[in-house]
């Protein structure tokens, strides 16, 4: 294999992105095999920009023998399906986030891709950018000490009413599983879990339909504790306006502030620990240096995480972040709704189970707007959903 023959099903704002930068030459391991799409005046548009083979089918583009890989761009609630159906044709996939609305269904597509032998992963852009890869890399050294506390308020993910306006599945239990955390944050919390790693318990205020004409949380604000003792919060909304993107991190020797594009870095002299319990000195901290740390600005986000899947398929390369990443931000996404739900803490692991069970409780009371079609309408619970 020279390139990989590539699928693009759901040609919305991202497929659409994804199409220019194969046709632009940012991915050149690609070509596009075919296109999908139950919407014929996205496949009329697309056709302005390449000839490639259009289905209105997803499974008929599958079985074409088109394809070596897809692409999937759709709603949420489509993607474990469409991939599974993928992995079962033996083709790689690249799901857009989130991979799924609950983890069930992440294992699911894991187990799959695993038995089918394929590549799977998922579309974590935001570990492309460097302001983070540095906080990793420094984090993962272990100069800066434990971890003591975490916070970030990510609130610039503002949304007026015509953007949940203008897709009927947006905004529902039924066509979309959740709001701020599962659509706009779950880049967030995939950082904040490969930077912090996992809490082990979460206690969540979710506001549904706060500021918004939707029934799903667009306001969150939560609590987390960490196995070393460490707490952490996050808060997010899409009503702020202007936001905020505060993201800190406090170590024993010092923290990580990463705000507005740039980076810091607060090394104390001694350990705070050790400080604390040897100085004679009670009013005054540890001396500390601050530095700014250079970044690098030129990612190319989307085009990085795919070119690395082709890496993956064609050299046995590493991915970005492989299917196995996208339970960890969901698990995270899901233990703040079912905080909610119940009204307490849970522990992760929680009982996946439950959480299904309350989510599908919202789904049947759903208030879904009509009028719009979904790339696998109706298809049961031949995969948990």
Known sequence: ?????????????????????????????????????????????IAKTTSAPQFSDAIAMMDSGLLDAVLIATPHYDHPQIAIEAMKRKLHV????????????????????????????????????????????????????????????????????????????????????????????????????????????????????????????????AYFEYENGATGTFVTTTADAPGTNRFEIVFENGKLLAENGKLFKYKNEVNEREWCRTTNRGYSAPPCEMTEIELNTTSL???EVMNAFADAI????????????????????NAMHLSAFLGRAVEIPFDDTLYYE????????????????????????????
């Open 1 to 45: 294999m020279n390139k990989i023959r590539i699928g693009i099903i759901g040609i919305g704002n991202m497929g659409t992105g994804h199409i220019r930068n194969i046709t632009e030459g940012k991915m050149p391991d690609y070509e596009i095999g075919a296109v999908c799409d139950t919407n014929p005046s996205a496949l009329e548009r």
């Open 94 to 221: 690249m799901s857009e986030k989130p991979a799924g609305v609950f983890t069930k269904q992440v294992q699911q597509m894991n187990d799959f891709a695993k038995t089918a032998g394929v590549k799977f992963g998922i579309m974590f852009q935001t570990r492309t950018i460097d302001q983070f890869k540095q906080m990793k890399a420094i984090v993962d050294s272990g100069e800066m000490g434990n971890m003591k506390r975490m916070s970030w308020i990510v609130t610039d993910w503002y949304r007026a009413q015509c953007y949940y306006d203008s897709g009927d599945w947006r905004a529902t239990w039924s066509g979309e599983g959740g709001g701020v955390l599962l659509n706009q944050c779950p880049h967030n919390l995939d950082v904040l879990q490969w930077i912090c790693g996992m809490p082990k318990l979460v206690d969540a205020k979710l506001h549904f339909g706060k500021w918004h004409d939707i029934e799903v949380e667009d306001d969150v604000s």
């Open 301 to 303: 986000l989307h085009s």
């Open 314 to 333: 064609l050299r046995g390369g590493e991915m970005i972040a492989d299917g196995s990443e996208g339970i960890r931000g969901l698990t995270l996404s």
């Open 358 to 385: 309350e989510l599908s409780k919202r789904i049947a009371t759903s208030r879904r707007k009509t009028g719009g079609v979904a790339m696998f309408h109706d298809i049961g619970n031949t995969y948990y959903m």
